[in-house]
T-cell receptor, first 115, second 114 residues
């Protein structure tokens, strides 16, 4: 079974640009969530995709958007980048719904630096 | 809304010392509780979990017990090793069907020295 993989691992962008981050979910998982982890902080929930639909969103502006594809992989898009968007972006996959804790498995993250 | 509060770090211990990292939570429902660990330059790894009151999660010598009466989920290990040096995150998730949002604490950095 393959784990969660994210690409790229590191990225440098200029303020105002747009960026796309990618995530391949763990085999058999149908749900992908994205988190932003600023330096020295805990991860903050951005949004979740379940069966290609967004079904939960945190306190992030609309310039943060996403997609989930039929194979359950996902993209995170951020428009009009700001310096404060510099962070580690984590993708997590899980299998929903049903009983159990539905534990989330995380990728290694993409380190985004906005200059 | 939901929130998780962890003791601030860094926590510095000598090898073989006893570890406790405190975690308390606020939730509207009856959440599942987790501890994740993050090694330098890496993503998050699930360390242990508990889904109901009085459950004890355990893994790699770490333990945590779900205490509903005190809304706590403190992480303990009897004898830490240098290899345990990492950042530890306490997290909760409300069990609401197809939602799987995790709410994290700010993390506690553990440094273990020889």
């Amino acid at each position: 079974e393959t784990g969660v993989t994210q690409s790229p691992t590191h990225l440098i962008k200029t303020r105002g640009q747009q960026v796309t981050l990618r995530c391949s979910s763990q085999s058999g998982h149908n749900t992908v969530s994205w988190y932003q982890q600023a330096l020295g902080q805990g991860p903050q929930f951005i949004f979740q995709y379940y069966r290609e639909e967004e079904n939960g969103r945190g306190n992030f502006p609309p310039r943060f958007s996403g997609l989930q594809f039929p194979n359950y992989s996902s993209e995170l898009n951020v428009n009009a980048l700001e310096l404060d968007d510099s962070a580690l972006y984590l993708c997590a996959s899980s299998l929903l719904p049903g009983p159990g804790p539905h534990e989330a498995f995380f990728g290694q993250g993409t380190r985004l630096t906005v200059v | 809304g939901d929130s998780v509060t962890q003791m601030e770090g860094p926590v510095t211990l000598s090898e073989e010392a006893f570890l406790t990292i405190n975690c308390t939570y606020t939730a509207t429902g009856y959440p599942s509780l987790f501890w994740y660990v993050q090694y330098p330059g890496e993503g998050l790894q699930l360390l242990l979990k508990a889904t109901k009151a009085d459950d004890k999660g355990s893994n790699k010598g770490f333990e945590a017990t779900y205490r509903k009466e005190t809304t706590s989920f403190h992480l303990e290990k009897g004898s830490v090793q240098v290899s345990d040096s990492a950042v530890y995150f306490c997290a909760l998730r409300e069990n609401t069907g197809t939602a799987s949002k995790l709410t994290f604490g700010t993390g506690t950095r553990l440094q273990v020295t020889l």
